[in-house]
């Protein structure tokens, strides 16, 4: 079993920035790809960002490519979705996702097993 919890969370100003972090709880959070989506109201779950269990493979929604940065520290259990340049059309609940199945590329919500509360990012223009 593992729980994620998600922080840094906020209001911010149409081409700022926030970074997003996902503490892991458990012992195997190293084996696991990990994920990021959010969800805007009204609307579906989306794919943000992954990363492989290793760091080796990371990918991007093409709506961010170039702007945020998903990584991940290993010894502290916890993966971090980097925003930049920031547009209101960014604000949704953002959650992150752990996969045990160790998918190089996981885009589909229904290949995490384990979710974050989420955190709610909203950016004003």
């Known amino acids: 079993q593992v729980q994620l919890v998600e922080s840094g969370g906020g209001l911010v100003q149409a081409g700022g920035s926030l970074r997003l972090s996902c503490a892991a709880s458990?012992?195997?959070?190293?084996?696991?790809?990990m994920g990021w989506f959010r969800q805007a109201p009204g609307k579906e779950r989306e794919f943000v960002a992954a990363?492989?269990?290793?760091?080796?493979?990371?990918n991007y929604a093409d709506s961010v490519k170039g702007r945020f940065t998903i990584s991940r520290d290993n010894a502290k259990n916890t993966v971090y979705l980097q925003m930049n340049s920031l547009k209101p059309e960014d604000t949704a609940v953002y959650y992150c996702?752990?996969?045990?199945?160790?998918?190089?590329?996981?885009?589909?919500?229904?290949?995490?097993?384990?979710w974050g509360q989420g955190t709610q990012v909203t950016v004003s223009s």
């Open positions: 996702a752990a996969d045990p199945q160790r998918r190089l590329y996981a885009p589909r919500p229904s290949e995490y097993d384990y």
């Open positions: 458990g012992r195997t959070f190293s084996t696991y790809a």
């Open positions: 990363i492989s269990w290793a760091s080796g493979i990371k």
